[in-house]
């Protein structure tokens, strides 16, 4: 956690043309009024230059919420409509999976995969 800087993280520290790309945003709840936290596969196309400013961007998604909803659970939605295997990324879906595991257990209501 002290590698992404997570205590000092702010979206002036998110790359500004990820923003733009839409592939990772928060919006709406569930039916069990748990915040969702959407990655849009599509819109991701896999870049080893770009891998550290993706996870310090899901990390501050992860504190965001993580705030916002006073450490209560989010859902988290895989959107892979029109997603292929150019837009998979196992090295940033293994980082999500060891920070979910080891630094937010309980923080996962449910995690649901869209049109895979």
């Known amino acids: 956690r002290e590698e992404f800087g ?24 569930d039916r069990d009024g748990c915040k969702l936290l959407v990655i849009c596969v599509r819109k991701h196309v896999k870049d080893a230059s770009k891998s550290l400013a993706r996870k310090r961007r899901l990390i501050y998604y992860l504190e965001r919420l993580d705030r916002e909803e006073k450490g209560g659970q989010i859902t988290l939605m895989f959107d892979c409509q029109g997603g292929g295997m150019k837009n998979l990324d196992l090295d940033l879906i293994q980082f999500l999976i060891q920070v ?15 049109e895979m």
């Open 6 to 29: 997570v205590r000092t993280i702010t979206e002036d520290d998110v790359d500004e043309e990820d923003k733009k790309s839409g592939g990772l945003y928060s919006r709406n709840r």
């Open 100 to 114: 979910m595991l080891n630094y937010y257990p309980n923080m996962i209501n449910y995690v649901l995969v869209f």
